[in-house]
């Protein structure tokens, strides 16, 4: 396995020229690939799955389904801009709602698949700088008009000594990318162990 690590560090957010490798990885990690459906796990974790459908190899999850490729948001605000039906969903305390407000997040409705197309691709993936928090989010254009935005939240200070987990993470056949906390980034290869 091997691991590269970037520091996109600025004073007030991130570095341009980081941002630029982390939309070329995107790029080619995600960009064309259609939509399969999101669900919500432990913890109220959202993924969406993208790809082709895999079955799990485990024996406990036989009857599960995944996507080849998986978002996953953690601890980050998030909404969604159907391009199916005209709503704004999300989760978490976003900042500057949009006019009109974002509705409280519907498991059952986004489950559903009646917010983003069916096969929708993806047409663009762009990093975000988050002001403020020296954090990236992540802006998920897809064809049928639907985008989804990852907002990363200030890290929770309670005092324990848990290390923060990624604002979000994307995982490949190949690689996982791990975004957050704070202004980096870490891509993780899997090399032949995984296919």
């Not at 991130?14 to 080619?28: N, R």
């Not at 978490?92 to 519907?106: A, M, R, S, Y």
């Not at 698949?113 to 988050?130: D, N, Y």
Request: aromatic content about 6%.
């Amino acid at each position: 396995m091997s691991t590269a690590g970037i520091s996109l560090g600025s004073p007030y957010g991130v570095s341009p020229d980081l941002l630029a490798k982390l939309t070329a990885e995107l790029a080619a990690t995600i960009q064309g690939l259609p939509y399969l459906f999101a669900r919500s796990s432990y913890g109220d974790e959202l993924t969406l799955h993208f790809g082709t459908e895999r079955r799990h190899t485990h024996p406990k999850l036989k009857e599960k389904v995944r996507g080849t490729h998986v978002l996953s948001v953690r601890g980050s605000a998030w909404m969604l801009r159907s391009g199916v039906t005209p709503v704004m969903v999300g989760c978490g305390v976003v900042p500057n709602p949009p006019p009109g407000g974002v509705k409280p997040f519907n498991v059952t409705a986004l489950e559903s698949g009646a917010l983003i197309g069916q096969g929708a691709k993806v047409a663009r993936a762009t990093p975000l700088a988050v002001g403020g928090l020296e954090a990236i989010g992540l802006q998920l254009e897809l064809d049928d008009g639907s985008w989804f935005m990852v907002l990363p939240t200030p890290p929770d200070r309670d005092g324990d000594d848990l290390p923060e987990p990624a604002d979000w993470e994307l995982l490949t056949p190949a690689k996982v990318l791990r975004v957050g906390p704070g202004p980096n980034y870490l891509v993780e290869e899997f090399g032949s162990r995984r296919a």
